[in-house]
């Protein structure tokens, strides 16, 4: 029988593949609707105010509740919307049901991510977290890989439609039994003792890291079909690109199971990204996409693990702490693309990429700097040095 963990994974799989036939759809049901490029930067904005919120006291709450209770209510909810969604006709309707998908799964995130940090021992949470990242990470991949077949071959609402069934089997496959307050301290007490803690402006960075990774995404998301239509592409050019992404994210996760994030993951996080977009910009054409969503996924599984570690890697709060740790996701993902948008309202499709490069520049700049203090303080001063 699986482990609690396991079964979570499994689920997380479920509800991202979801997730992702429904968003990978959505800008070209939108653009199908009479949506123009701010309306398109919009979404993700729409989604997140909501996210943020529900995320953050969606998780605190849940360090003194049922965290499974919590992550169910997501799951149900958010089948609910997601048929909502499908037969939305007009695009005012379409946008007035975007924030409850926030609400729905931000019930789902962070409780879930707690659990399966509270029964893992913490010199196992790098493992644990790889497995669950490449389960929801796999998820996403093909979610947005089977949304470009279904819009391409059928409409965009079909897309839409399909993301009822994995929710589905979600609902069957999350624990029924949920995990008692005196479970969650006494498991990680009763552990080995664990790493050394993240210090504060890892975190901090770390969180960073990620809002700026998952703003670049989103931009591509919500962006890249209006600029590949520009060029001659289609919708299956696009699900392909993100299909690859995230399956090279998954790969990547997978890579990074026992390892303890630090800065040096940051700056590279920043560096492929960077990478990932000059390529994209700068070669044009399906192969220009094929590679450039090489360093695009890698970046964005450095940053995310980099974040979610440092999150849970705690004794105490983890639900507040991975609440955090997706609301920063949902305000670089929708801040981002959003002011993008407005560049390219003024006509220039390239513009909101552009500004995903100014950002990811001045991430690892910043990135850099607090890594040589963080050297510089840990070298001993040569006075001390002489003496011992």
Same mark, same amino acid.
């Given at each position: 029988?699986?482990?609690?963990?396991?079964?979570?994974?499994?689920?997380?799989?479920?509800?991202?593949?979801?997730?992702?036939?429904?968003?990978?759809?959505?800008?070209?049901?939108?653009?199908?609707?009479?949506?123009?490029?701010?309306?398109?930067?919009?979404?993700?904005?729409?989604?997140?105010?909501?996210?943020?919120?529900?995320?953050?006291?969606?998780?605190?709450?849940?360090?003194? /509740? $049922?965290?499974?209770?919590?992550? *169910? %209510?997501?799951?149900?909810?958010? =089948?609910?919307?997601?048929? !909502?969604? &499908?037969? #939305?006709?007009?695009?005012?309707?379409?946008?007035?049901?975007?924030?409850?998908?926030?609400?729905?799964?931000?019930?789902?995130?962070?409780?879930?991510?707690?659990?399966?940090?509270?029964?893992?021992?913490?010199?196992?949470?790098?493992?644990?977290?790889?497995?669950?990242?490449?389960?929801?990470?796999?998820?996403?991949?093909?979610?947005?890989?089977?949304?470009?077949?279904?819009?391409?071959?059928?409409?965009?609402?079909?897309?839409?439609?399909?993301?009822?069934?994995?929710?589905?089997?979600?609902?069957?496959?999350?624990?029924?039994?949920?995990?008692?307050?005196?479970?969650?301290?006494?498991?990680?007490? /009763? $552990?080995?003792?664990?790493?050394? *803690? %993240?210090?504060?402006?890892?975190? =901090?960075?770390?969180?960073? !890291?990620? &809002?700026? #990774?998952?703003?670049?995404?989103?931009?591509?998301?919500?962006?890249?079909?209006?600029?590949?239509?520009?060029?001659?592409?289609?919708?299956?050019?696009?699900?392909?690109?993100?299909?690859?992404?995230?399956?090279?994210?998954?790969?990547?996760?997978?890579?990074?199971?026992?390892?303890?994030?630090?800065?040096?993951?940051?700056?590279?996080?920043?560096?492929?990204?960077?990478?990932?977009?000059?390529?994209?910009?700068?070669?044009?054409?399906?192969?220009?996409?094929?590679?450039?969503?090489?360093?695009?996924?890698?970046?964005?599984?450095?940053?995310?693990?980099?974040?979610?570690?440092?999150?849970?890697?705690?004794?105490?709060?983890?639900?507040?702490?991975?609440?955090?740790?997706?609301?920063?996701?949902?305000?670089?993902?929708?801040?981002?693309?959003?002011?993008?948008?407005?560049?390219?309202?003024?006509?220039?499709?390239?513009?909101?990429?552009?500004?995903?490069?100014?950002?990811?520049?001045?991430?690892?700049?910043?990135?850099?700097?607090?890594?040589?203090?963080?050297?510089?303080?840990?070298?001993?001063?040569?006075?001390?040095?002489?003496?011992?």
């Amino acid at each position: 029988m699986w482990s609690n963990p396991r079964r979570l994974c499994a689920a997380s799989f479920f509800v991202d593949l979801a997730h992702y036939l429904v968003f990978g759809a959505i800008p070209f049901q939108a653009i199908r609707l009479g949506a123009d490029p701010f309306v398109l930067g919009l979404i993700p904005s729409l989604f997140a105010v909501t996210y943020v919120a529900a995320s953050m006291l969606a998780g605190r709450f849940s360090d003194g /509740a $049922s965290r499974l209770a919590l992550v *169910r %209510s997501g799951i149900f909810f958010f =089948l609910i919307v997601t048929i !909502a969604i &499908a037969f #939305a006709s007009r695009i005012e309707i379409l946008l007035s049901l975007i924030p409850f998908t926030g609400i729905v799964l931000g019930l789902f995130w962070p409780p879930a991510q707690a659990a399966i940090s509270d029964e893992t021992p913490p010199q196992e949470l790098s493992r644990a977290l790889a497995e669950f990242n490449v389960a929801w990470t796999s998820g996403k991949g093909l979610g947005f890989f089977l949304a470009g077949i279904l819009t391409q071959a059928l409409r965009p609402e079909a897309a839409v439609l399909s993301g009822a069934i994995p929710l589905v089997a979600a609902l069957f496959i999350v624990p029924s039994r949920a995990i008692t307050s005196a479970e969650r301290i006494a498991a990680p007490a /009763a $552990s080995a003792a664990p790493a050394p *803690r %993240s210090s504060r402006n890892l975190v =901090l960075l770390a969180w960073g !890291a990620n &809002a700026v #990774a998952y703003g670049v995404s989103s931009t591509f998301h919500v962006h890249a079909p209006v600029l590949l239509v520009d060029r001659g592409e289609n919708a299956f050019d696009f699900g392909a690109f993100l299909g690859i992404v995230f399956a090279v994210q998954a790969i990547f996760f997978a890579a990074l199971a026992r390892r303890n994030p630090g800065y040096r993951d940051l700056a590279a996080a920043y560096a492929t990204g960077i990478l990932s977009l000059v390529i994209f910009l700068f070669v044009p054409g399906f192969l220009g996409e094929i590679v450039s969503a090489i360093p695009l996924g890698i970046s964005l599984a450095l940053a995310y693990h980099a974040s979610l570690h440092a999150s849970l890697h705690r004794e105490r709060g983890r639900g507040l702490a991975a609440g955090v740790h997706e609301g920063v996701i949902g305000i670089g993902s929708s801040l981002v693309p959003l002011a993008g948008g407005m560049l390219a309202a003024q006509g220039n499709l390239k513009a909101p990429f552009a500004l995903c490069l100014i950002f990811l520049c001045a991430g690892l700049a910043a990135t850099t700097a607090f890594r040589r203090e963080s050297t510089k303080r840990s070298e001993p001063h040569p006075a001390k040095a002489n003496r011992t």
